[in-house]
C-alpha cells in the first residue's frame, strides 16, 4: 500500500514514528520527504496494514498535524525491513514546521549530570529544537538548514541512525562535542566561560542581549527598577510594557494570578507571551505564600505583564546555570531592536544596533535564516486570543473551505506588520516583522517574503495591499512588477474576521474599530460598519465624523482631539487639556483647515476622552491612552 499523509508531518519525528509503528505492527516498506508530505509504502497482511494505520492515525507525535491521508493499493516489492529513504522533492502544497519549545525529556537531561548533553544550550530532539528559523529549503534535512555546517560526532550520529533513541533522524541534533558554539563578541570566553561572565553582569543588574531561536532578547533583573529604569533610557522606551521571562510555573504563580487554563498554553510546545494580571504586595500572597517581586517599572501603570516561560536551552540555563551564584527568577525578555525596527538575527546587527543598550553580548554561531520574534496572546472569556502571531505558530497556514485558486502575497499593514502567501485555499502567515515607517522592516519584509516564497515553493501572481499611498507597504507592493489589488483598511480587517471563522455563507455586517485607515472618500476611517462579502464592500456608517488636527502628532497627543470635540473653550483649559494659546492654535488649524483632516477613527476618540477625563494627554507608544482609559474602567468593575 502506498500511503500519502499531508499536514506539518517534517520537522517533527514523524518519519521516526512511522518507522517505529512500522516495526510493532510488522510492517515492510520505507517512509520518505516528498517536501508536501510524507509516502509511505507498506507491506504486510490486512491486519497488520489495519494495525499500523491506526496507530498512524492515532499516535502520531505531538508537535504533529496530520490534514489528509491518501491510501493506495500497489503490487508488493517483497520488502522484508522498513527503512527511511532519502528525500525526494515533488512539487504540491508544503507545510513548514515552526519552531518548537525545549520539551521536557531535552530539559530534564539538559540538568542532569550524568547525560553526555548535560548543560549543553543548543540541546533538541525529534520532538523540540529550531525548525522554520533554521531552514533553508525543503525537504526538512539537515543539509537544507543552519546546522548543516556542523558534521555530528559519533555519539550523535548513532542516535541520529539508530530508531530506538529520541534523536532518530532529528535534523537539529548536537551535543557539547559536535554542536554550535556561544560566545561573547569582542572577549575571549566561550561557551561555559561566556554563559557565567553573562549571568554575572545580569546579576549585578547590568543589561545583556542574548541570541536566542528567533533573534535576539534585551535582558535583565525584573526584580532591579533600577536596571530596568536604565534599559528604559537606552531603549527610549520610557513606559511601554516589557516582557517578562519567568524561571517556573511557581515563579508565574507567586507574581501573577493563572487562571483554569492558561498553564498548558504557558508550558506548552509554543510558549507564547500571556498577558496576566499581575500579584501585587496589597492584593495578597501566592497559592504558596510567596510574595511578588517584579518592580513596578517593567509595566509602569499597567495591572497586568506579559509572561512567557523559557522556551531556548540557553535561557534555562541563564537562569539555573550551577555556578554557585544566585540568580533572579524574573528576566526582563523583551525583543532586541531599536523601537519600530525588527528583531535583530545577526551579529552585525546587535554590535551596530543593540551595544548602545546593553553592558553584553551573548551570541552563538547557529545562523537565523528568518526572524521570528514572540508570539503574544491575552485571555478573554476563558480563552486565548492572538495578539501577534510569530513564533510557535508562524508559518503554520490557515485552511479555508472555499474553492479558491491562485497564488496571491498580502503585504500586510504599514503598522505590526505581518505578510500572507495564500495559495488555492491555504493561507500561510510571516513570523511578525515590524512597523514599516522603518526602512529596515521593509528590507525585513522584502527579504521574508523571498525566503517564504523559497520554502514554499511558490510564486504569487498577484499582490494585494492597503490603499494608502504613502504606505511603505504600498509602495513595496508596487516595486514588486505584479499585477496590485489595493484593499481599503477596514475592509481588510472584516474580511481577515471572516476568513479567521472561514465564513462562507454570504454578506455580512461588520464592525471594524482601530486607529486610522484610508478610507475610499479621502479622510481618516476608523469607526466603520460595513456590508461586506468577499467580493466587496459598502459602507453603511461610522462614528460621528470630527476634526483632526495636527498631523502626526494628532495620533500621539490625545487632547488635540478632545479640543476639536468640546464646544466650551473654557472648560478645556480649565481641566488641564491644553493652554490658551495652545487652544487657539487648534482652533485656527480646523477653521482654515490647516495639516488637518476629517476623521471617524475610534481609536483617536477613546485617546480624547482618556485626555478629557485626566488620564492621558498624551501616549508614548500606539494605544497608551487609551490602555490608561480601559484600565481605569477595568478597575471600577472591580
Not at 315 to 329: A, K, V
Not at 558 to 581: E, F, T
Request: charge should be neutral.
Amino acid at each position: 500500500m502506498c500511503i500519502r499523509v499531508y499536514g506539518i508531518v517534517q520537522g517533527v519525528g514523524f518519519r521516526p514514528f512511522v518507522a517505529r509503528i512500522a516495526g510493532k505492527a510488522g510492517i515492510a516498506g520505507s517512509v520518505c520527504n516528498k517536501g508536501p508530505y510524507v509516502e509511505i509504502y507498506a507491506e504486510g497482511t490486512a491486519a497488520q496494514t489495519d494495525d499500523f494505520l491506526y496507530r498512524l492515525s492515532h499516535e502520531a507525535p505531538e508537535r504533529s498535524s496530520i490534514l489528509k491521508i491518501e491510501k493506495q493499493r500497489v503490487e508488493p516489492e517483497g520488502e522484508t525491513s522498513f527503512s527511511i529513504i532519502q528525500s525526494e522533492k515533488v512539487r504540491g502544497d508544503i507545510f513548514v514546521s515552526p519552531d518548537i519549545a525545549v520539551c521536557p525529556k531535552c530539559k530534564a537531561e539538559l540538568f542532569d549530570k550524568t547525560n553526555r548533553r548535560y548543560l549543553h544550550p543548543f540541546i533538541n530532539c525529534t520532538a523540540c529544537g529550531p525548525r522554520l528559523t533554521i531552514l533553508d529549503s525543503m525537504p526538512y534535512d539537515r543539509v537544507r538548514t543552519s546546522m548543516g555546517v556542523f558534521p555530528m560526532c559519533p555519539g550523535c550520529g548513532y542516535e541520529y541512525t539508530h530508531e530506538e533513541t529520541r534523536r532518530y533522524h532529528a535534523q537539529p541534533v548536537c551535543c557539547n562535542d559536535c554542536g554550535p558554539h556561544l560566545y561573547i563578541p569582542g572577549r575571549s570566553e566561550r561557551n561555559a566561560a561566556a554563559l557565567v561572565y553573562v549571568r554575572s553582569v545580569l546579576r549585578v543588574g547590568g543589561i545583556a542581549a542574548v541570541k536566542g531561536i528567533g533573534g535576539f532578547h534585551l535582558c535583565c533583573d525584573a526584580a532591579n527598577p533600577h536596571a530596568v529604569a536604565r534599559l528604559r533610557a537606552l531603549k527610549n522606551r520610557p513606559f511601554k510594557p516589557f516582557a517578562v521571562m519567568m524561571r517556573d510555573m511557581r515563579t508565574v504563580r507567586r507574581e501573577c494570578v493563572v487562571l483554569d487554563g492558561q498553564e498548558p498554553l504557558l508550558d506548552g510546545p509554543q510558549k507564547p507571551i500571556l498577558l496576566l494580571e499581575r500579584r501585587t504586595v496589597d492584593s495578597g500572597s501566592a497559592p504558596d505564600g510567596g510574595r511578588p517581586l517584579l518592580c513596578a517599572e517593567v509595566a509602569p501603570g499597567n495591572p497586568n505583564v506579559g509572561v512567557m516561560l523559557p522556551y531556548a536551552p540557553v535561557q534555562l540555563l541563564l537562569f539555573s546555570y550551577p555556578d554557585g551564584e544566585r540568580m533572579t527568577d524574573c528576566f526582563v525578555m523583551t525583543s532586541g531592536n531599536q523601537s519600530g525596527a525588527p528583531i535583530c538575527r545577526t551579529d552585525e546587527d546587535a554590535l551596530e544596533y543593540l551595544s548602545p543598550m546593553c553592558d553584553v553580548i551573548l551570541s552563538n554561531d547557529r545562523v537565523i535564516r528568518l526572524r521570528a520574534d514572540d508570539s503574544v496572546m491575552s485571555w478573554q472569556n476563558g480563552k486565548p486570543y492572538m495578539i501577534r502571531r510569530s513564533r510557535g505558530y508562524a508559518p503554520l497556514p490557515f485552511m479555508l473551505s472555499d474553492t479558491r485558486k491562485g497564488c496571491v502575497l498580502a503585504a500586510g499593514g504599514e503598522l505590526k506588520n505581518t505578510f500572507c502567501i495564500a495559495h488555492n485555499n491555504l493561507y500561510y502567515l510571516s513570523p511578525y516583522i515590524g512597523d514599516l515607517a522603518d526602512v529596515r522592516s521593509v528590507q525585513a519584509l522584502a527579504a521574508g517574503v523571498t525566503r517564504m516564497e523559497t520554502l514554499l515553493e511558490l510564486k504569487p501572481s498577484v499582490v494585494a495591499c492597503d490603499m494608502h499611498p504613502e504606505y511603505n507597504s504600498t509602495q513595496f507592493a508596487h516595486g514588486l512588477g505584479l499585477p496590485v489589488v489595493e484593499v481599503q483598511h477596514h475592509y481588510a480587517h472584516i474580511a481577515s474576521c471572516m476568513a479567521e471563522n472561514d465564513w462562507q455563507n454570504g454578506a455580512v455586517i461588520g464592525v471594524s474599530f482601530d486607529g486610522t485607515g484610508y478610507g475610499t472618500d479621502g479622510t481618516i476611517w476608523g469607526g466603520e460598519f460595513l456590508r461586506a462579502s468577499y467580493d466587496g464592500f459598502t459602507r453603511l456608517g461610522s462614528i460621528m465624523p470630527f476634526a483632526q488636527a495636527g498631523g502626526d502628532l494628532s495620533a500621539k497627543e490625545g487632547w488635540r482631539i478632545a479640543v476639536s470635540l468640546l464646544d466650551d473653550d473654557d472648560l478645556a483649559v480649565q481641566i488641564g487639556l491644553c493652554s490658551a494659546q495652545s487652544l487657539g492654535m487648534i482652533r485656527t488649524m480646523i477653521a482654515h483647515r490647516i495639516n488637518c483632516v476629517t476623521s471617524t477613527s475610534m481609536g483617536r476618540l477613546f485617546d480624547a476622552v482618556s485626555a478629557v477625563l485626566g488620564y492621558k494627554r498624551c501616549s508614548t507608544f500606539e494605544g497608551e491612552s487609551s490602555m490608561a482609559l480601559e484600565f481605569a474602567a477595568e478597575s471600577e468593575l472591580k
